[in-house]
DNA sequence: TCTTTTATGTAGTTTTATTTCATTTTCAGT
DNA sequence: ACTGAAAATGAAATAAAACTACATAAAAGA
């Protein structure tokens, strides 16, 4: 947790004094980073000491470890990780907030990935005879996304949002078939019954969901992204971008795993796609 | 700048010994931001003075300091410089390399964008009678995504990825309709027809697209997002997530400008899309 | 009101960082 | 290769900062 946010939500737990450390922090963060533990004392009109047992309520070592926590909850590109948007939020505000939680969602779901099983991932889809995409709702824009991608690979690949095109496509696959589902939660019905099918057709089913869910039971491989569940209304599903980015990560895998020849493949899609553009070099995609 | 790569970056700009101390640091950041000055040098095996010279001439006023910034440049979410994906990288390598850029890119796209345009795309979204939202290829994904977002205001929204269709339902609008056309470079010669059509008929027509391009110059309001163009063969278009965010943006702006009984609504959908889970609270989407 | 607990500050101690200066290394010019 | 200037480095001393122990004051409970 960020640690300015930190100090904010635990105003009321401070006591006189140290509430006074943490006022005088808030009012200015850059200055309290800049100084040292006897001017944030005088600052504060309270003793050094105050201001030590301050830092270690906050779960630091002392002064200088938090002058650390506190640097890096304001440094560059995170000042106010995962805040939520409030009512009275103006343009401004909600913006900066979406982008910025949205980059910590995409920085924890980083961390959080387990490589050897994208290693695995990519393997399978490599050998894979046949490669399907599925989604319902709003993992569907996901699928769809993944297509785009893979379908330039030149291999037989499809992509379903529609539940009985899906189960259709199950019962029609067999060994050497991949079947990629994507939900957020791994708990709607009907896709885990999907899985389900699709297993007891000898496809590889790869779940993009969350860890030690129904669907992730049923799935032979899971990509897992660890990213927090939405909570609040106003906030957008930020796991939704992460699932692209692993969609992304997926792709770059493959094509890499393939080699040279390959990528030549891609080239070509890219020229091609050129031609239906108004003149300017060096541009790809739509 | 972030210092880590700043660091990098000079490596053969320093002195035998402060090369060392780089080293040193590059080797373990997250060590050397918890060390001593003592400390360091030890594991350098340099003198202390020579570690607070290191520290100076990466400007900085001294150990201290030094570690603040590179503390910060550790910090969450802080974007990485763009690294582009080499032949022989290895999962860990290519998965770190491909969320550092995408992250990288969302704070570029966050710093160029114009919010005041931002409230006024939220304004003509919230007066319009139809919203349609339109890509294709690779954008397209970006447009069933906003359409399964607005889709739950209940307001009339649809969305089209076929080019037919879309020149159909730009004959078919009136004043008061709005069209949103999603497309990276702006020049699709195909969409930018449609964005003519569009305003002949009326409409007004939002582009997600590059600044300046011939789709941009059809449009009555463009929001571009300022991210490089993607120039690797090897890496995935960040461009298209950035404008998924800027999706996330404006619904947002929307909900809040709509008020306190339009959310009301919102937390319907969720509940009712509730009913087709496996139990466990407080989920949403799929 | 008295006792106990908690909070705060003073003064001293320890740790950490910086400066000064002597020594070593490097390198250009002979 | 030698010499001397310039740069680099480290030892030791100094200064600064942070921390600890303890004493005192305030607050809470009996």
Redesign the pocket.
């Known amino acids: 947790m960020n640690t300015l946010e930190l100090i904010k939500k635990n105003l009321d737990t401070?006591?006189?004094?140290?509430?006074?450390v943490a006022e005088a922090i808030l009012a200015s963060p850059e200055t309290a980073i800049h100084?040292?533990?006897?001017?944030?004392?005088k600052t504060a009109?309270?003793?050094?000491?105050?201001?030590?047992?301050f830092?270690?309520r906050l779960d630091t070592?002392?002064?200088?470890?938090?002058?650390l926590h506190l640097a890096q909850s304001l440094a560059n590109g995170t000042p106010y990780v995962n805040r939520n948007v409030n009512e009275d939020d103006g343009p401004e505000a909600y913006t900066s907030k979406i982008f910025e939680s949205t980059m910590a969602c995409l920085n924890t779901a980083k961390n959080g990935l387990d490589t050897n099983l994208i290693n695995r991932a990519v393997d399978v889809l490599t050998q894979a005879n046949k490669i399907s995409f599925f989604g319902l709702g709003a993992s569907s824009s996901v699928a769809h996304d993944a297509l785009n991608k893979f379908f330039r690979f030149n291999i037989p690949v499809s992509c379903f949002d529609d539940i009985v095109m899906q189960r259709m496509s199950c019962i029609n696959s067999s060994e050497g078939d991949v079947i990629v589902l994507i939900s957020h939660t791994g708990r709607t019905k009907l896709l885990v019954e999907v899985a389900q099918l699709a297993r007891e057709n000898d496809a590889f089913v790869i779940a993009l969901t969350e860890a030690n869910s129904p669907l992730a039971e049923q799935s032979n491989l899971v990509l897992s992204l660890g990213v927090p569940e939405d909570t609040d209304v106003y906030m957008p599903m930020s796991s939704r971008i992460a699932q692209l980015v692993l969609i992304d990560v997926l792709t770059t895998g493959f094509t890499l795993r393939r080699g040279a020849k390959f990528r030549d493949n891609l080239k070509k899609v890219k020229v091609d796609i050129q031609d239906s553009r108004f003149e300017k070099t060096g541009d790809e995609e739509y």
């Open positions: 401070f006591s006189k004094s140290e509430r006074k100084s040292s533990i006897a001017n944030l004392a009109e309270v003793s050094e000491p105050t201001v030590n047992r830092c270690r070592k002392g002064f200088p470890d938090f002058k």
